[in-house]
Nanobody, 127 residues
Framework: QVQLVESGGGLVQAGGSLRLSCAAS????????MGWFRQAPGKEREFVAA????????YYADSVKGRFTISRDNAENTVYLQMNSLNPEDTAIYYC????????????????????WGQGTQVTVSS
């Protein structure tokens, strides 16, 4: 089992920044690719970003590319999501997830590709 706890969400004005953290415990953190997903009211959970086990490669949804940065610290068992230039469309509950499986050599961009999930943290961007 891997336990994931997100933090860092909150209310921010459009154009502002937030940094989300996801602390992992349980099994060896570096064995898992990590992903961030988000879910807005009435919408399906969508991919935001992913990072490989050693942090060497990162992947982003087109909607956040150039604004968000995913990173990880395997010594601290933590993955981060730095979010800049936020806009109201970024309002959602943000979830981190851990996945042991790669697909065609890449972390999954689909929720079903992840084995463990955090409880989520709310991000609200006001206009």
């Amino acid at each position: 089992q891997v336990q994931l706890v997100e933090s860092g969400g909150g209310l921010v004005q459009a154009g502002g920044s937030l940094r989300l953290s996801c602390a992992a415990s349980g099994r060896t953190f570096s064995n898992y690719a990590m992903g961030w997903f988000r879910q807005a009211p009435g919408k399906e959970r969508e991919f935001v970003a992913a990072i490989t086990r050693n942090g060497g490669s990162t992947y982003y949804a087109d909607s956040v590319k150039g604004r968000f940065t995913i990173s990880r610290d395997n010594a601290e068992n933590t993955v981060y999501l730095q979010m800049n230039s936020l806009n109201p469309e970024d309002t959602a509950i943000y979830y981190c997830a851990a996945g042991a499986t790669y697909y065609a050599g890449l972390p999954s961009i689909y929720p079903r590709g992840y084995d463990y999930w955090g409880q989520g943290t709310q991000v609200t961007v006001s206009s």
